[in-house]
C-alpha cells in the first residue's frame, strides 16, 4: 500500500500539472466558485512542484540538496515578506503570510520547473 501511494506521488510529481488539472476539474462537482478551484488547484500543486523541481535540480547538477535549498528560499521569503508586513503595518497575519509564500511559489517554481526542463532537453540533446 504503501508503495502504491509513492508510486502515485511520484507519478505526479514528474507531471505537477496533471495534479493542477485533476484538482480543478474534480473540485467543480463541490465548488462553484471558479476562482477558489483555481486556488485549491494552485495549493495542490504546488507540493508537486516542490519535489519536481528539487528531483529534477538534483538530477541535472549532480547535487543532493534540492529540496533542502527550496525549503531554505521558502523560509527565507517568508521572513522577507514578514519582516515587510510586520514594519508596514505593525503585526503579521501568520495564516496569510503562509498562503501568500505557498501562492508565489506555485508561479516560482512553474517558471523554474519549465527552464529546469528545457535545460534538461539541451542537455540530453547535447550528450546523445
Known amino acids: ?3 502504491l501511494i509513492a508510486n502515485s506521488f ?3 510529481a514528474v507531471l505537477p500539472f496533471f495534479p493542477f488539472a485533476a484538482v480543478f476539474f474534480l ?3 463541490w465548488m462553484e466558485d471558479k476562482k477558489k478551484r483555481l486556488m485549491l488547484a494552485m495549493d495542490v ?6 519535489a519536481s523541481v528539487s528531483g529534477i535540480f538534483n538530477v541535472l547538477f549532480h547535487f543532493s540538496f534540492g529540496l533542502y535549498g527550496l525549503i531554505l528560499f521558502l523560509l527565507l521569503a517568508a521572513g522577507l515578506l514578514g519582516n515587510m508586513k510586520h514594519r508596514k503595518h505593525g503585526k503579521v497575519n501568520i495564516r496569510r503570510l503562509i498562503r501568500t509564500i505557498w501562492r508565489l ?4 517554481l512553474s517558471i523554474i520547473y519549465v527552464l529546469l526542463l528545457l535545460i534538461g532537453i539541451i542537455v540530453y540533446w547535447t550528450h546523445v
Open 1 to 3: 500500500m504503501i508503495s
Open 10 to 12: 511520484g507519478l505526479l
Open 27 to 29: 473540485s467543480s462537482f
Open 45 to 50: 500543486t504546488t507540493l508537486f512542484l516542490i
Open 105 to 108: 511559489s506555485f508561479f516560482l
